[in-house]
């Protein structure tokens, strides 16, 4: 009987100790550099097949990007409700990536915490962790921060630097983050990512870290950067161009990365779902009007039919040409106008048959219907500026772009008119997102974005 | 008396084996004060004045002309 009472005893005492820990201890931890790897390729693969919705996206996640743009028009009735109306009805959704991003982050940390640097292949482990990671926050930077002001104190977002589930980051500066971000950049690229199925190789890891300094205004370093890039990555000629734009499946031309290399049956059901709903909204006339040249543009047969239908092939993807509309800004904004102007005239000669050059003296006037008014530093648009920005929304129409340029330049307010006969209105607020409630509920501390109060 | 006595510890043990991984439930929140809601709500629409309503026919108008519709 003795025993008996302590056997219960000691299973009294111990019993439940393992449910008090919070870290998985033990098992759950991988601890093979096969484990490690498998934590890497699993995202890899979704990428590959275009479930991923974090790193690039898929069809779907660049639709709704381009859903609340002025590059499609919910103003025109008679359409159906398939796509938001504006972004306030995909705020709520959009705020529950932040979960899954630092979910993400989690699982690269333990990859980067405990991967030895010791052969080649733990190499590309490493180098694609630190590339995943910076791509991860720079997603949650776009989404989650407000844009950079050069003026202002801009909160960033919590950093998270190793693996530690119970931590409860607060939120970095803008600034803070960018360093972070570009450290990511860097290491992975020293790394020198080679194997091409670990797809973040060095060219990628340059290619987002371009981006960050972009983002951050940091101009002087995207040209340093970038100069000696594009030429690897020169602009395609006509053929070449709609063939890359036309792949579904295949990474074609100057493209560094993209979604749906590889297709099974649910991700094809997937990408066709995505390509009908394009159509349910028509393209905007604005946009339509930008293309002067009309049919000589071939982006103009590329991008929309004679009824306002978008064509162009929805696909998440990075490629050279927005390396090259990066340093032509980045020139804009350092006193180099000629080179920027430069820029702009050579991708036009590929887009447009018998283009005529722009000169400083010819440039078109900024139009007053122009949604954008003032540029990322807070000035008013310049007619530069204006050809510049018209160059790129034609270039990146349906790929994901216009909404974080809309964003980055003065986040302007717009509303559309619905078939309900109500006006909705895109707020300047809105284009920073909500910091995930919950989290906010619970972490005391962690500030919610303007805008968002209860 | 000896076997009533085992009983009780028996019964204590029990129960301190059954309750004893309620505590990690009662942990409360760092505020406490916890929301009930986990969306926020966004803005709905509100009526267009009347010059939005032009703006909104005229586009709507361009449309029906460059598409050649009719409804």
């Known amino acids: ?454 | 008396m000896k076997v009533m006595k085992n009983k009780g510890i028996i019964i204590a043990a029990l129960v301190c084996l059954l309750t004893a991984c309620s505590q990690v439930d009662e942990e409360p929140p760092a505020r406490n004060q916890v929301s009930s809601t986990t969306t926020y709500t966004m803005p709905y629409g509100i009526p267009m004045s009347s010059a939005e309503r032009i703006i909104y026919e005229q586009k709507n108008q361009e449309y029906k002309d460059a598409l050649g519709v009719n409804y």
């Not at chain 1, 991008?303 to 306002?308: K, L």
Request: hydrophobic residues 40%; negative net charge.
């Open chain 1, 1 to 454: 009987m003795k025993s008996f009472l302590f056997i219960i005893l000691a299973f009294a005492c111990f019993a439940c100790s393992d449910y008090l820990d919070i870290k998985p201890y033990g098992k759950t931890i991988p601890t093979t550099a096969e484990e490690f790897e498998a934590i890497i390729h699993t995202s890899l693969d979704d990428l590959d097949y275009g479930r991923d919705n974090m790193l690039l996206g898929d069809s779907y996640d660049i639709l709704m990007l381009e859903a609340y743009t002025d590059n499609i028009d919910a103003n025109i009735i008679g359409q159906s409700r398939s796509l938001p109306v504006y972004v306030g009805e995909r705020l709520n959704t959009i705020m529950t990536d932040y979960t899954r991003y630092y979910s993400l982050i989690k699982d690269v940390n333990l990859v980067i915490d405990n991967v030895s640097k010791n052969d080649t292949l733990n190499k590309n482990i490493l180098g694609t962790a630190h590339a995943i990671r910076g791509v991860a926050y720079l997603q949650l930077l776009r989404t989650f921060s407000p844009a950079y002001n050069p003026e202002k104190v801009v909160m960033g977002v919590p950093l998270v630097k190793s693996f530690d589930i119970e931590e409860q980051a607060l939120r970095s500066t803008f600034d803070e983050t960018v360093d972070y971000i570009v450290s990511d950049f860097k290491q992975a690229i020293d790394f020198n990512v080679s194997f091409s199925e670990f797809r973040f190789t060095c060219d990628v890891a340059k290619f987002y870290l371009a981006r960050t300094y972009f983002w951050s205004q940091q101009w002087s370093q995207l040209i340093t950067l970038l100069e000696p890039l594009i030429d690897q990555y020169p602009l395609l000629e006509a053929a070449a161009y709609a063939d890359m734009l036309n792949q579904i499946n295949t990474l074609t031309g100057n493209t560094l990365l993209k979604s749906y290399i590889y297709s099974d049956g649910s991700t094809s059901v997937s990408y066709s779902g995505t390509d009908k709903m394009k159509i349910s909204r028509p393209v905007s006339a604005s946009f339509i009007n930008l293309f002067v040249e009309k049919e000589r543009d071939i982006r103009y047969a590329l991008s929309f039919n004679d009824q306002r239908e978008t064509t162009k092939i929805l696909n998440a993807r990075i490629r050279g040409a927005e390396l090259h509309f990066m340093l032509a800004e980045a020139y804009l904004h350092s006193e180099l106008q000629e080179s920027a102007l430069n820029i702009i005239n050579n991708i036009r000669d590929k887009r447009i048959e018998d283009n005529q050059h722009f000169t400083m003296d010819n440039l078109p006037e900024v139009p007053d219907n122009y949604i954008i008014k003032h540029d990322c530093i807070g000035n008013e648009l310049t007619p530069l500026e204006y050809l510049l920005f018209t160059e790129r929304q034609k270039e990146f129409f349906m790929e994901g772009d216009r909404w974080w340029e809309l964003k980055r330049n003065g986040s302007p307010e717009f509303y559309v008119i619905w078939t309900d006969g109500l006006k909705y209105t895109t707020f300047n607020y809105m284009y920073t997102a909500p910091i995930y409630k919950q989290d906010v509920d619970l972490n005391y501390g962690l500030i919610q974005n303007e805008g968002y109060e209860e």
